[in-house]
């Protein structure tokens, strides 16, 4: 008798606290989706989907923001915040879901569109803030711009850290403007003489700089720097990075000090490069390797690499005499890769002229065979 007494007592408590429970939930909200994404069941899931967008600050809509699927563009919302997305025109299953607007940090996410009938976001503002736009940004390639908080003085070897950028956001902002005006701006006055439409070459880019006034990159942590995840949490479209910092001070002597500009990788994607704001002609050579993957010609302890198509560099001297009497080159221009006064010699051959950019670094242009390079590439886009 006492055991069924304690089981009738133990299914009443249990009954009770079920009861509590239901009670308590109208009356204290059960955890939501963050307000910045927020999905509602309004009708059946597969139908038409209604996304919302607000300015996460003042809840206000916000028109044009464009949406994409599976890199596809959907549409765009209209002056009232919202876009419907039509029963029938996604596809089913887990996609890839995109919305962006400038000014906004982009909403990416995995969803199953077929579970959902509408969608709430909240925009929150961007870090980026456009210097020069020249069209969308799947259309163009675009390089941002982020700060650094550290130079370097070649003479003594020691890093300098500062508490940002010198002269903050708007001395950061007139330093990237000079310098895509010196550099980018400049480049068909940089090209070999015979390279066509040249002058549309600044068309293709879009550029943009980074500012938060708290996440700055080290230009100094490493041959080509470090940037903090923060950047690449938000910048999810750039082509090309570069890491700027305000002045390379004393000289650089001998690899024991930190070089003056240098680039992580070759090709396009999650490229950067490090470079001092007032580096102009360096800045180019450096943008050779980052955004063309144009190789040195100069002989030092640096990467070769035969590219493919559109070398500037080859392998053999004579891969260079088929190349150069292909496009018409003089092939007697073909020379190795070499120093004599530095005891340095290698196995690569090239034939752009002195003072050719991508040798002497510091002065020069992109000679026949990078132009060559530098077109195929931009003929993309």
């Known amino acids: 008798m006492q055991k069924k007494w304690r089981i009738n007592l133990i299914l009443l408590v249990i009954f009770g606290c079920g009861m509590l429970c239901i009670f308590l939930s109208g009356i204290i909200p059960l955890p939501k989706t963050p307000l910045s994404v927020r999905f509602e069941q309004q009708g059946p899931p597969g139908g038409d989907i209604v996304f919302r967008a607000r300015d996460a600050k003042n809840q206000t809509p916000l028109e ?70 020249n069209g969308p940004p799947d259309r163009k390639i675009d390089v941002v711009f982020v700060p650094s908080d550290t130079a370097f003085n070649g003479s003594t070897r020691t890093k300098l850290r500062y508490a940002g950028y010198p002269g903050g956001r708007e001395q950061f902002a007139a330093d990237v403007s000079r310098f895509i005006n010196r550099t980018f701006l400049a480049s068909p006055s940089l090209m070999y003489e015979n390279a066509s439409a040249a002058n549309a070459y600044p068309g293709k880019f879009n550029f943009y700089y980074f500012w938060d006034g708290q996440t700055f990159g080290d230009a100094f942590d490493g041959c080509a720097g470090t940037i903090p995840e923060r950047y690449w949490e938000e910048v999810t479209f750039g082509d090309l990075t570069i890491l700027l910092y305000p002045k390379y001070y004393g000289r650089y002597l001998d690899p024991a000090s930190q070089p003056i500009g240098c680039t992580n990788t070759n090709g396009l994607g999650n490229v950067y490069l490090k470079i001092a704001a007032d580096q102009y002609s360096l800045g180019i050579h450096e943008t050779g390797h980052g955004l063309y993957s144009l190789m040195d010609t100069y002989c030092g302890n640096t990467y070769y690499r035969e590219n493919d198509p559109n070398p500037n560099i080859w392998s053999s001297e004579e891969k260079c005499r088929e190349d150069a009497v292909r496009r018409v080159r003089d092939p007697d221009g073909c020379r190795r890769i070499s120093d004599d006064s530095a005891g340095c010699r290698k196995d690569f051959w090239r034939w752009d002229p002195d003072p050719d950019i991508m040798n002497e670094a510091y002065y020069g242009k992109f000679g026949s065979a990078s132009t060559d390079r530098i077109q195929g590439i931009l003929a993309g886009y």
């Open 64 to 133: 044009g923001v464009s949406y994409y699927i599976d890199d596809t563009f959907a549409g765009v919302s209209g002056s009232d915040g919202i876009f419907v997305l039509r029963e029938g025109s996604y596809p089913v299953g887990t996609v890839m879901f995109r919305a962006a607007r400038q000014g906004y940090r982009d909403w990416i996410s995995q969803i199953d569109l077929a579970e959902i009938c509408s969608l709430d976001l909240d925009f929150e503002e961007s870090s980026i803030h456009p210097v020069l736009i």
